[in-house]
């Protein structure tokens, strides 16, 4: 999934589900694995090389910079839509709501750092995220059809959130 679904989907789930930020953060998180284990469409990142189903990341190409710069946009619009649908249409709390996308994003921020880091201490990380992932090379799948999907993902998502916050009035 792209940061932009994973923002979206964790900030409903824990704007409906949580009280405080740390129940946030873990609903957030839950999310994260429980989309991601729909089968499903990432762009490729060009900085990426997947060796030995190890990705590594080449700091400092144009790809690199190129990279970055989608990504930065793809979790800014994250949240600035979960800010607009949950604070200020539902009401919830943004605490709540930034909890939710931390929570959300989180496995894939920590699988950049896992390529990064010397030892692999967050190699647990990288298994358990890869336990739940549906596919090895999702971005193979037609681009269209995998924003499409995702975009149906974060509808009915929306739709549920909104529906419910009517029935609990």
Same mark, same amino acid.
């Not at 284990?37 to 990426?48: A, E, F, G, M, N």
């Not at 990380?125 to 993902?153: C, M, N, T, V």
């Given at each position: 999934?792209?940061?932009?679904?994973?923002?979206?989907?964790?900030?409903?789930?824990?704007?409906?589900?949580?009280?405080?930020?740390?129940?946030?953060?873990?609903?957030?998180?839950?999310?994260?694995?429980?989309?991601?284990?729909?089968?499903?469409?990432?762009?490729?990142?060009?900085?990426?090389?997947?060796?030995?189903?190890?990705?590594?990341?080449k700091i400092g190409s144009a790809s690199f910079?190129?990279?970055?710069?989608?990504?930065?946009?793809?979790?800014?619009?994250?949240?600035?839509? !979960?800010?607009?649908?949950?604070? !200020?249409?539902?009401?919830? !709390? &943004?605490?709540?709501?930034?909890?939710?996308?931390?929570?959300?994003?989180?496995?894939?921020?920590?699988?950049?750092?896992?390529?990064?880091?010397?030892?692999?201490?967050?190699?647990? !990380?990288?298994?358990?995220?890869?336990?739940?992932?549906?596919?090895?090379?999702?971005?193979?799948?037609?681009?269209?059809?995998?924003?499409?999907?995702?975009?149906?993902?974060?509808?009915?998502?929306?739709?549920?959130?909104?529906?419910?916050?009517? &029935?609990?009035?």
């Open positions: 999934m792209v940061l932009t679904t994973h923002s979206i989907t964790g900030a409903a789930f824990a704007g409906l589900l949580a009280t405080d930020p740390a129940l946030a953060f873990t609903v957030g998180l839950a999310s994260h694995y429980l989309f991601d284990s729909i089968p499903h469409w990432d762009y490729k990142l060009l900085s990426v090389s997947e060796e030995d189903d190890k990705l590594d990341f910079t190129f990279d970055i710069s989608r990504i930065a946009f793809d979790l800014l619009l994250g949240l600035v839509v !979960s800010y607009y649908l949950f604070v !200020s249409l539902a009401g919830f !709390s &943004w605490l709540i709501i930034l909890a939710g996308v931390i929570g959300g994003v989180l496995p894939d921020f920590l699988q950049f750092l896992n390529s990064k880091v010397k030892n692999r201490p967050l190699a647990w !990380s990288q298994k358990f995220h890869d336990f739940f992932h549906a596919e090895k090379r999702p971005y193979r799948q037609a681009q269209l059809r995998g924003i499409l999907w995702q975009l149906g993902i974060i509808v009915v998502v929306v739709g549920l959130t909104f529906t419910s916050l009517a &029935w609990l009035k």
